[in-house]
């Protein structure tokens, strides 16, 4: 089986990357490398033994797409490239929403050209918008008006543009993974999270203060209603995720349409409980100061997993400690991430 990964040169992508050559299956990567470098997947490459196939194309080139398609023959593509910077695309809601949702268009459509008919996508826990109770289940509410970035909306209108395409055509199958908080590394140390500039999302911004890069973290409110005020969340490890997709293939072999998924542990951990597992897994001490509360945050988020388990066979087996050791590895034999970032 040969596999289109786009955006498999970066975080979530080269993980997945790994498992899937890891499970037999052939790999082609589509990456414009916006936000990634390929040295990545060379580091695939040599932890696996075995060869990816990397197109250098941006998704909003039809024609590039297409020529790629015209290559190689793939059984089914995992659609990971997009832009994903919360704050950036509040101040550019344009250019999100056309490389999101243009670029998934087009891919849809050289799919269909190619007679491509199964897809997973990346979408996220951000479809929620605020949650009504927890834990989430695929059937809560999702609610484009209670998601408080272009970005969460741009994730949510392709959770519709995916649905209708494939209503449209019954033969095809799509795959919607709503992704919790992703974090940690692969165990090797050799492939892991690369943000640019100074991280916005929590693990990344800890273990550049634990490496020394940054000097504290802001914890962005201590007076929510959780178990100790501050804000809490379904942290999942990249490899679990990355596992998980190579099961969403199976479960797509199988015709089911178009299937919804929680990819998370099912378990909340608050700031302060990530600081301390990050302490303990790195031997350094974490300097933070708790700070007003960031703007769109909610209090507490985490998944109801059962659906996964119980049509994908799939459970996250790994835990906030392994997260914040596997993070840890990475960082400190990585501590300016990939050389020749192309970025
Ligand atoms: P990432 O930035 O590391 O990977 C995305 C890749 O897509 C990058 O390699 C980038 O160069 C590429 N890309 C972007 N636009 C492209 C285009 N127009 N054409 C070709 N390539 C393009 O991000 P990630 O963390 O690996 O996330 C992967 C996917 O999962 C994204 O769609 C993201 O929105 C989604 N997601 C991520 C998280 C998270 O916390 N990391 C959470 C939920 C959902
Ligand atoms: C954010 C995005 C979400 C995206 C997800 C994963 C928002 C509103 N949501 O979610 O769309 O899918 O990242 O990429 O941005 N925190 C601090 N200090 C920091 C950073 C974070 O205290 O420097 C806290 C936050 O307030 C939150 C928790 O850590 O309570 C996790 O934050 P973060 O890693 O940014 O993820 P989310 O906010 O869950």
Redesign the pocket.
């Given at each position: 089986m040969h596999i289109l990964v786009t955006g498999g040169s970066g975080y979530i992508g080269s993980h997945t990357c790994l498992e899937l050559l890891q499970a037999g299956y052939q790999v082609s990567v589509v990456d414009n490398l916006c936000n990634s470098s390929q040295e990545s997947l060379a580091r695939v490459s040599r932890l696996t033994g075995k060869k990816i196939s990397f197109f250098r194309v941006d998704l909003l080139d039809p024609s590039g797409l297409d020529e790629v398609f015209q290559k190689q023959t793939f059984d089914a593509v995992i659609h990971f490239a997009g832009l994903?910077a919360?704050?950036e695309s509040v101040g550019k809601p344009l250019v999100y929403y056309q490389n999101n949702v243009t670029g998934t268009i087009n891919l849809c459509e050289v799919m269909q050209r190619h007679g491509v008919r199964d897809i997973v996508f990346s979408s996220?826990?951000?479809v929620y918008g605020i949650p009504e109770s927890l834990p989430l289940t695929e059937s809560a509410p999702t609610l484009i008006n209670l998601i408080?970035?272009p970005?969460?909306r741009s994730k949510l209108i392709l959770e519709f543009v995916l649905r209708d395409w494939q209503a449209a055509n019954p033969d095809f199958n799509v795959a919607l993974l709503r992704?919790f908080?992703?974090v940690g590394a692969h165990g090797s140390g050799e492939i892991g999270e690369d943000p640019n500039g100074i991280?916005?999302?929590?693990?990344p911004?800890v273990s550049q203060v634990a490496v020394g890069q940054l000097p504290r973290?802001?914890?962005?409110?201590g007076d929510y209603e959780t178990k100790d005020g501050?804000?809490?969340?379904d942290y999942i490890h990249v490899v679990d995720l990355a596992i998980g997709h190579v099961q969403a293939l199976d479960r797509l072999r199988q015709n089911p349409g178009v299937v919804t998924y929680n990819l998370g542990t099912g378990n909340g951990y608050s700031?302060l409980e990530?600081v301390s597992a990050f302490e303990k897994a790195s031997g350094q001490t974490i300097a933070y100061e708790i700070v007003g509360?960031?703007a769109?945050?909610?209090a507490a988020?985490y998944a109801d997993p059962s659906l996964a388990k119980s049509e994908l066979g799939w459970v996250a087996e790994r835990g906030l400690d392994e997260m914040c050791a596997d993070g840890w590895r990475w960082q400190s034999m990585n501590p300016h991430g990939f050389p020749m970032a192309g970025k």
């Open positions: 994903k919360v704050g996220s826990a951000t408080t970035n970005y969460g992704y908080n992703p991280p916005n999302n929590l693990l911004y973290l802001k914890i962005f409110g501050t804000g809490v969340r700031v990530v509360r960031r769109g945050d909610i988020c």
